[in-house]
């Protein structure tokens, strides 16, 4: 029922009412005790109270009809689209607009699971993103990926806020696929011009690395007659050329996310080393600090050589007057049932960080050297990453930084593998190496022979599977096969292995790449491989892995 509207609206009512029947009979109400004409008035003075409601009310009704039309307009034709969803998720309302967006009429979403329109990858986004907003006071936010009737995608902004019941949400869906694009767009102009600032970098460092490899192979060449400078030369180009295997491993790493090849290990061995090459020649002296019960971490140790590497590199960059380095490691106590950790710790006395700077330090592409590729730092953080382990950095300008890395242990009962020595191990049997570059080729079986082995070579996995068929048919079966893992225009290693397979359940095979990105080559024994070779590798780490393999 209408509620009665106060006392002083019905007093003004009533007196406008007497006023016009004044008006209209020429006449006062009735002074007299005549009941019926006092009843006659009332009746008249009611009728005309009515009649006065009765136009107030369609002025009203006419208004709000006015406004609900604009809010249908406002509704439909906002740029926005809205949708009210039930707690399943249903769509119980839309406005024009929403329907456009996913390129249906209103009538076909209606009833539909909003569900049906976000793509599969966002899906599990969406649900939680629903929960919350029928849960929570307050407007929530999200970017999910939704599509339309064509399965064409879009990036959607969402808005929702749960009705007071809690049975309805409502949302608004504003498209943003022009800011992504302006976004994309932006994005890759900056990542072209940091890719300058890399290839300049990169060619730099490439460059001072070639120049080294070709002037000691020229006087390599001019001093063959004396075996003692001839020693040194080739020496120092294999060093260079090192130099260049770290560098294209960091792009690798940092480019591809090259997974580790985790063995157990100990860090001591890896800190010595890798310090004591970045400082050579340099006037920065290094003093270690190293735990004798320092505990092994179960690692790539190539990936953590290179990280402690740039870590002390960044050091001796640092200090171009001359400085000191101090390397600590330490065990690092869990709490109950959590990790436990080694740290190490490389603290400097060079120029120190801006405090501006810091946050930016572990971005790709940015460096503070003028000529520095941005890749040092960044590779660091990926390979720890990928470790499970982290990186963080302390630097108080002109005072220096120290730079601590964190790595998980190996289990309390791992045994680590031995370090790898300079040892070269001879040895003997046939062995079959298959890989697309010629020059690869020639250098393997060359380096096979010097050690002893005899060798066939094959160009891809066809060929070096009809080896080993024949050569198992004739009775003189290979001891271990290299197989290349890439083979642009052929059957490359992991196909291969699974037809030497067929032929020879027991075979050994050795993965060979270039690639350290590919899961092969971390996970080798799950693609059914015996061991595996990262490609450029020395005399040494070839002789190693024949070794362990053949007779280990």
């Known amino acids: 029922m209408p509620k009665h509207k106060p006392p002083q609206e019905d007093r003004e009512l009533r007196r406008k009412a007497e006023e016009q029947i004044r008006e209209t009979f020429g006449r006062p109400p009735p002074e007299s005790a005549d009941e019926q004409l006092r009843l006659l008035h009332e009746l008249q003075v009611h009728q005309l109270e009515l009649e006065m409601q009765n136009t107030e009310l369609r002025q009203t009704k006419d208004a ?4 609900l039309d604009q809010y249908r307009d ?19 309302n839309a406005n024009l607009t929403s329907g456009r967006q996913f390129g249906l009429e209103r009538s076909e979403l209606i009833s539909r699971d909003l569900i049906d329109f976000v793509t599969q990858e966002n899906r599990s986004d969406c649900s939680a993103f629903l929960q919350i907003a029928f849960s929570r006071p307050g407007k929530q936010a999200i970017e999910l990926m939704l599509r339309q009737k064509n399965n064409a995608p879009f990036f959607a902004q969402i808005e929702a806020l749960a009705a007071a019941s809690a049975e309805e949400c409502r949302l608004a869906i504003i498209d ?11 994005l890759r102009n900056s990542k072209l011009e940091s890719l300058g600032l890399l290839a300049g970098g990169i060619a730099h460092d490439f460059n001072n690395i070639l120049a080294a490899i070709i002037g ?12 003692q400078k001839l020693a040194k030369r080739l020496t120092d180009a294999e060093a260079a050329a090192t130099r260049a295997k770290d560098l294209s491993m960091q792009l690798l790493t940092f480019a591809r996310g090259g997974a580790p090849i985790k063995k157990v290990i100990y860090l001591k061995y890896l800190i010595r080393e890798a310090a004591q090459f970045a400082i050579h020649g340099t006037t920065v002296s290094c003093e270690f600090f190293l735990a004798d019960d320092l505990w092994p971490v179960m690692a790539d140790s ?8 740039n870590l002390a590199l960044n050091a001796v960059q640092a200090t171009p007057e001359g400085g000191k380095l101090t390397i600590r490691a330490q065990n690092v106590a869990p709490p109950p049932g959590g990790t436990r950790w080694v740290e190490v710790a490389l603290a400097d006395t060079g120029t120190g960080i801006p405090a501006d700077l810091l946050p930016k330090i572990f971005d790709p592409y940015y460096s503070t050297k003028p000529q520095g590729s941005g890749l040092g730092l960044a590779t660091c953080h ?6 499970g382990g982290n990186i963080s950095v302390e630097s108080t300008l002109g005072q220096g930084s ?16 031995a370090f790898l020595d300079s040892k070269v191990h001879h040895g003997q049997g046939q062995i079959l190496v298959m890989d697309d570059e010629a020059a690869v080729r020639d250098i393997a079986q060359a380096s096979l022979e010097e050690l002893g082995y005899s060798v066939e070579c094959a160009a891809d996995g066809g060929m070096a599977s009809e080896l080993y068929r024949r050569r198992m048919a004739e009775g003189n079966p290979f001891a271990a096969v290299i197989l290349d893992l890439t083979v642009p225009s052929g059957i490359g290693g992991k196909e ?52 362990d393999l053949l007779l280990g």
């Open 176 to 186: 943003v696929n022009e800011r992504k694009r302006a976004e994309e767009l932006f």
């Open 302 to 309: 190539g990936q953590i050589s290179q990280v402690l590497h």
């Open 74 to 92: 406002l509704y439909d034709f906002s740029p926005v689209g809205y949708l009210t969803l039930d707690r399943s998720g249903n769509i119980r």
């Open 64 to 67: 709000l009809e006015t406004l």
């Open 216 to 227: 000691n192979l020229s006087l390599a060449r001019a001093q063959m007659s004396n075996p």
């Open 496 to 547: 291969a292995l699974a037809h030497l397979r067929e032929i020879d359940p027991q075979v050994k095979a050795i993965v060979s790449s270039g690639y350290a990105s590919d899961p092969v080559i971390a996970n080798y024994r799950e693609y059914g491989f015996s061991a595996v070779l990262s490609k450029p590798y020395q005399l040494e780490e070839l002789s190693k892995v024949l070794h």
């Open 402 to 417: 120290v730079f601590r890395i964190r790595l998980p242990t190996a289990e309390e009962d791992a045994i680590p593998d």
């Open 382 to 387: 990926a390979i720890l990453q990928k470790h």
